[in-house]
């Protein structure tokens, strides 16, 4: 079992930044792929980024590159989202999830665990 915590969220302005974090605990992850997934009100959860852990490869949902960034501190066992020139659209719920794969996906289903969320409120 892996269980992951996320932290970081909150609210903030049009164009500000924030860095979420998700630490993982129990089972190692570094032959995992961790993603970033969100879910605005009324809306499909989808994919936003993800990242190989041991190779370090990353994709991401395209209207967020170049102002996302996800990233992972080995040392730390931990994975980011680091989010700059934030949008209202961006607002939303923001899950961590994890992957027993060598290889980045975006496909929610390919995911085995994930946490509990963390709410991100973009003010215009």
């Known amino acids: 079992q892996v269980q992951l915590v996320e932290s970081g969220g909150g609210l903030v302005q049009v164009g500000g930044s924030l860095r979420l974090s998700c630490a993982a605990s129990g089972r190692t992850v570094s032959s995992y792929s961790m993603g970033w997934f969100r879910q605005a009100p009324g809306k499909e959860r989808e994919f936003v980024a993800t990242?190989?852990?041991?190779?370090?490869?990353?994709y991401y949902l395209d209207s967020v590159k170049g102002r996302f960034t996800i990233s992972r501190d080995n040392a730390k066992n931990t994975v980011y989202l680091q989010m700059n020139s934030l949008k209202p659209e961006d607002t939303a719920v923001y899950y961590c999830?994890?992957?027993?794969?060598?290889?980045?996906?975006?496909?929610?289903?390919?995911?085995?665990?994930w946490g509990q969320g963390t709410q991100v409120t973009v003010a215009s």
């Open positions: 990242i190989n852990w041991r190779t370090g490869n990353t």
């Open positions: 999830a994890a992957a027993p794969r060598g290889t980045v996906i975006s496909c929610e289903s390919d995911y085995d665990y």
